[in-house]
């Protein structure tokens, strides 16, 4: 019974219509407010250049072949996360456990970033009003403290950004991941490049773009690496079955390792893009990089404020710094609603609102942070900042961590060769070898070294 019940969805399932759309669909997974918000402000925490070099580095060694198995075994297998891994485990182990962790880390998640996709929602309608632009660091500090201390601002631009979420990703698949993210992407790049320029020009940029690309090791802590690895996870969206979910949409003639490079590489591009915009402002306006999750809402009025029609372009850039966080929380969303759509054969509608309102209900721990809550602290934390330590820290490299351990040790290596050279069609072998050796040693070591060592467990 239970059995039928996992696999019956695999006949009609839905899948990416076209190569192109699942390019776009796993690149607006990936790319969001990580790029825009998080790496800013954690590369400005952690010392720039050293911790960016630490973060390519595990991008190539962790984030990147966990998303080659992630995708792999979605498509292999064409079901939910949790699902997946029933069915792919051998019968009695609770690798399944990987995919009920992720579904709880998409709650996790979604909490906090709904709450930051608020934040830039708010600062669409505050920057059409005008009154935020302006170089003068009191001035934009007071307006961001403005919004995110006031109770009600908090959550009611919350339950808007997840009424949006929620109605893309009840139209399905195709029309709503697919079709939003195919039109919107390549927009957001043209815009950050202007940004960018702009940014470079002004004057006192060039100790902004040393911060960026001048590497001090000497600033690099071991909370740092950890931090470096979260935020590899976080950005290539893996370490939670989004991966499993979105995998198991491809078709069966999609290049995955080649898939999984492109949008890895891509997606640091994008990051970049965004560092170049920020830190030169950081610096020419006397900003402190390791202003925390303000930063972005900081600097960037700042640099629209030296511009011509800065005003209309700082709309259009947080238009598309929303749009591009939509991408990414449906991805985030689509999970535990692929696994209630497919396990209690809930339809689409019923699964995507009753995940929504879970999300809106729980989210509201997050969005009182730094109002209501301000002062509820777990391990020292707000609840914004436990979200969002536990899942990039903690979650995230265990969950890659079992699933390379699986991949690798557990399915092995004929299955993985055949999955991902497309039963031989695809001539990449060499690729294909030095993903399963990285997977069976590298990955899982170097996860669990950062994890104990940023941890503090061992040292
Ligand atoms: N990668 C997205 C970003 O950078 C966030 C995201 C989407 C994510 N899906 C995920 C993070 C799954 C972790 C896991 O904004």
């Known amino acids: 019974m239970d059995k039928e019940a996992v696999e019956k969805p695999t006949i009609n399932r839905a899948k990416f219509a076209t190569s192109l759309g699942v390019l776009a669909a796993t690149l607006g997974s990936a790319v969001g407010l990580g790029n825009i918000w998080k790496f800013p402000y954690l590369a400005g925490s952690n010392g720039g250049a050293a911790f960016l070099l630490v973060y390519i580095v595990c991008m190539l060694l962790i984030g990147i072949p966990v998303m080659v198995t992630e995708l792999t075994l979605g498509r292999v297998a064409r079901s939910n996360a949790i699902a997946t891994m029933q069915k792919l485990a051998p019968k009695g ?22 709450e ?31 919004l995110v201390t006031d109770p009600t601002q908090s ?21 709503g991941i697919e079709g939003a ?20 020009t002004l004057p006192g940029a060039g100790e902004g773009l040393a911060f960026l690309f001048q590497p001090d090791f000497g600033k690099l802590t071991a909370a740092s690496f950890l931090i470096a690895m979260g935020l590899a996870f976080f950005k290539l969206s893996v370490g939670m079955g989004t991966m499993i979910t979105y995998g198991s949409y491809f078709r069966d003639d999609q290049d995955i390792p080649g898939t999984a490079f492109r949008v890895a590489f891509s997606d640091l591009a994008v990051s970049l893009l965004a560092g170049i915009a920020i830190f030169p402002a950081v610096f020419a306006f006397g900003y402190e990089p390791n202003a925390g999750p303000s930063l972005l809402f900081l600097t960037i009025p700042s640099v629209f404020a030296s511009m011509p029609l800065g005003n209309v372009f700082m709309v259009i850039f947080f238009i598309l710094t929303f749009i591009a966080s939509i991408g990414a929380q449906i991805s985030l969303v689509e999970v535990p609603v692929a696994f209630l759509e ?21 989210g509201a721990l997050a969005a009182l942070s730094n109002s209501l809550l301000a002062d509820v602290k777990l391990l020292g934390m707000t609840f914004f900042d436990l979200f969002d ?31 991902l050279t497309n039963d031989g069609k695809l001539a990449n072998t060499w690729i294909v070898n030095v993903l399963y050796g990285t997977l069976l040693v590298v990955t899982p070591i170097l996860v669990t070294i950062v994890l104990l060592n940023g941890l503090k467990i061992i040292q």
Do not use: C
């Open 181 to 200: 993210t195919k039109k919107l992407m390549p927009i957001l790049l043209i815009l950050l490049i202007v940004v960018g320029i702009r940014s470079i």
């Open 342 to 362: 497919e396990k209690f054969h809930l339809s689409r509608k019923v699964a995507s609102i009753s995940t929504v309102v879970a999300i809106a209900v729980f």
């Open 155 to 175: 959550l009611i631009w919350q339950w808007i950004d997840l009424a949006i979420v929620g109605f893309i990703i009840l139209l399905g698949v195709n029309k």
């Open 93 to 114: 182990q609770p690798w399944w456990l990987i995919g009920a962790a992720g579904v709880l880390s998409a709650f996790l998640i979604m909490a906090f970033y709904s």
């Open 116 to 146: 930051v996709a608020a934040w830039v929602f708010a600062y669409i309608i505050k920057a059409i009003q005008g009154g935020i632009l302006s170089t003068d660091p009191e001035v934009t500090k007071s307006a961001f403290n403005g």
């Open 389 to 419: 330590y536990t899942t990039s820290n903690i979650l995230l490299p265990l969950g890659g961590l079992f699933i390379a351990i699986f991949i690798s040790w557990v399915w092995g290596k004929k299955k993985i060769t055949a999955a």
